[in-house]
């Protein structure tokens, strides 16, 4: 199955500035996926990106797709005290429906 | 829609004692249930797959024996550790979907400790 790979594995950030994730996958997915942790809690469900190219946004969170389909990114403007968490990519091969998970990006956020 | 629980959130067992978790699907049929593991400051690892009245699909070093999963309806699916281990205590996070196109629903986890 494919490889995920997503950096940085930690990002601290002042309250205010913005910042980027990367995901990048050893072979074509079929679509990725983003969620987000927060301490102690469960991934919740942030968005699915599908076409080659696609660029999505939920208020300050960006996502793009890219167009081999084997990386994508999450930039966060403006970060918040909300954002704080881990952020992991996720994303399903061409010829499979298993989530293949990022090792995450740890959120702290300094006022 | 689309809610997925867990019970228990938590449980602490002695080594040497089997622990059963749960996972249902509250408000939807789940043809697929997933069952991952995730170690503290860790990425989420997939343990098995889990299809309704069928054997679940165990990935790479994955004990079957150990991990016993059975997913007796569309909505329910159980993760049993056998003979559980200090070694096994960890979040245990399963996931549910209506299809093969849909998106996970995970549940909200149960964390393992074993003394």
């Known amino acids: 199955g494919q490889q995920v790979m997503q950096i940085p594995q930690y990002q601290h950030v002042q309250e205010g500035e913005d910042f980027t994730t990367y995901c990048n996958s050893s072979?074509?997915?079929?679509?990725i996926q983003w969620y987000k942790q927060r301490p102690g809690g469960h991934p919740v469900f942030l968005i699915q990106l599908v076409k080659s190219g696609e660029v999505k946004k939920q208020k300050r969170l960006t996502f793009q797709f890219g167009e081999a389909k084997k990386n994508s990114s999450l930039h966060i403007t403006a970060t918040q005290t909300t954002d704080v968490g881990t952020y992991f990519c996720?994303?399903?091969?061409?010829?499979?429906?298993?989530?293949?998970f990022g090792a995450g990006t740890t959120v702290t956020v300094r006022a | 829609g689309a809610v997925v629980s867990q019970h228990p959130s938590w449980v602490i067992c002695k080594s040497g004692t089997s622990v059963k978790i749960e996972c249902r699907s509250l408000?939807?049929?789940?043809?697929?249930m997933f069952w991952y593991r995730q170690f503290p400051k860790q990425s989420l690892m997939l343990m098995a797959t889990s299809n309704e009245g069928s054997k679940a699909t165990y990935e790479q070093g994955v004990e079957k024996d150990k991990f016993l999963i059975n997913h007796a309806s569309l909505t329910l699916s159980t993760l049993t550790v056998t003979s559980a281990h200090p070694e096994d205590s960890s979040f245990y996070i399963c996931s549910a979907v209506r299809d093969y196109t849909d998106t996970q629903y995970f549940g909200p986890g149960t964390r393992l400790t074993v003394l």
């Open positions: 408000d939807f049929q789940a043809t697929t």
């Open positions: 072979t074509t997915l079929s679509n």
């Open positions: 996720a994303g399903i091969g061409s010829n499979d429906y298993k989530l293949s």
